[in-house]
């Protein structure tokens, strides 16, 4: 019987107007490696709304299709960002739960990681959906429970810039270290309270701290993740590095913070986060080196 592995690779597949399924990057692979990708548990994480990754019905099931023959278990996929409002998020919801019917029999939606496993075992694509934005709530925090319900499995507070819940990365990056509000600190107990995950990606450092600080004394054992983080460390030390390098990486101490929380710490494949580094076109080994990275860290 073979070993079955979980993997959680995490990559940013967004576009402009076109098909999602084609811009994609695959590389050859060996049979062994091949193999290896399809007795595992793969998640990727890839944000394409509709009408930037995908603009057609087949567009996503053509994409999806070709994930999962490449034994990718399935996709924590991102149905809001930046400042989305509720209705936006729940268009974006039932345009993507409506083309998936046109399918019927090929998804499991996740509300567990018994969800995960069966969608693996029987060959079908496990969806698990997620909010770069806290906006979403309009204001509101009885939507937390909803959202909950409507199968968020994980929120970023603020994404990159400066909003009621605390800066983003970029708003820090430039002088903006407002940090973790009481308004953050209100959604985040409704976060917890409800299972929804606390994902720390695109927030600055100071509110990344913050709601550290937050949940280890309020909930400790609760974990927290970076879905979509490169390490700061690895590039660091290129040549053409710059000073401040990129405002969306990650330190070791945050990285390690996460990981002893209990969650977990996953690279984007984002070619212009490699500071100094910026290749047209990453490749595997610089992929590898990503994971292998966090790996050795924590």
Sequence with gaps: MRTTRIAILSTILAAGAAQASLESKTWPASDKATQFVKDTIVIGFFATPYGAGWTEPDHLHDYLQR????????????????????????NE????????????????????????????????????????????????????ALLKELGIASIILSYNDMFRAGSGSLAEFNGVKVGLTSWGESIIHEMVKHGIVVDLSHMGPKTTNEIMDLMDKDYPGVPYVFTHSLPIGLYKNEPAATPRGCYRNITDAEAI???????FISPTFTEWMMDGVWPDDITPEQCADMIDYYVQLV
């Excluded at 994930?67 to 409002?85: M, P, Q």
């Excluded at 913070?257 to 969650?263: D, E, N, P, T």
Aim: glycine fraction near 8%; include cysteine; proline fraction near 1%.
């Design 67 to 90: 994930s999962r023959d490449a034994g990718i278990t399935g996709h924590d996929a991102t149905l809001a960002a930046a400042s989305c409002t509720w209705d936006e998020y729940l």
């Design 93 to 144: 919801l039932q345009l993507w739960r409506n083309t998936m019917a046109e399918t019927p029999g090929k998804y499991i939606f996740v509300r567990s990681i018994r969800d995960i496993e069966a969608a693996h075992i029987q060959g079908k694509t496990a969806m698990i959906w997620n909010s770069q934005t806290s906006t979403i709530i309009d204001g509101d925090l009885k939507k937390v």
């Design 257 to 263: 913070r996460a990981a002893k929380s209990g969650g």
